[in-house]
């Protein structure tokens, strides 16, 4: 999260029941002062340098304080971290932060897109709300989805769009024996049945585990 997420009394709230963060701090104040204890800086990108600090405060769990130095229009600007992640490097800290601007960008665009956000509306509140739940509930599914199955395969580059509308829309049939799940039969005239027939494969291998 970033650092409009809250300030220290919020942070502290959720290190106690017990989740794993990863945030930017909100205080600039503090990242100079951080910034003034560095005895070595450490390269991170095209003109930013990264090094790991003591925490400034007690946070109630240990965690990890990253500050980050960007040279931007010949002046020095920092920033800090706190993570409770226990990472290899702390590159890879501020990568894992950088990456959260996707989340927020692509998970709304895709949902109004993939899952036609934007095209349904209900005028009961209760009807939105019951709507935006499941929509929730359908983004939820197919992200487990695309990790469990699409990840390595063909599909890997597919957006939340692609697959509903190439890929779950294939015709087929379920085959069930007992009230199990036994095949699923795709038509074979599709171009991604055969792909995605061994996607499906792996997805229910995992899901049973």
Known sequence: MDGGAGADDEFIWLLARGYQVNAKGYSHRRADALAARVNRWDAYQENAWIAEVEPPIDYGRLVRVFVKRRLKNEEFHYSYYVSTLSLP????????????????????????????????????????????????????????????????????????????????????????????????????????????????????SNVEK
């Open 89 to 204: 490097s702390k590159g890879i800290f501020l990568h894992l932060y950088d990456m959260r601007g996707g989340a927020e960008v692509e998970q709304f665009r895709n949902d109004k897109s993939g899952l036609s956000m934007e095209a349904r509306r209900k005028h009961n509140f209760l009807g939105q709300k019951g709507y935006i739940l499941l929509t929730d509930l359908a983004h939820n599914l197919l992200a487990d989805f695309y990790h469990r199955a699409l990840i390595g395969s063909k599909f890997e580059g597919y957006g939340l769009k692609r697959i509903v509308r190439d890929l779950l829309a294939i015709p087929g049939r379920l085959i069930f024996d007992d009230r199990q799940l036994v095949r699923v039969e795709l038509l074979s005239q599709n171009q991604f049945a055969k792909d995605l027939a061994m996607c499906l494969v792996r997805y229910c």
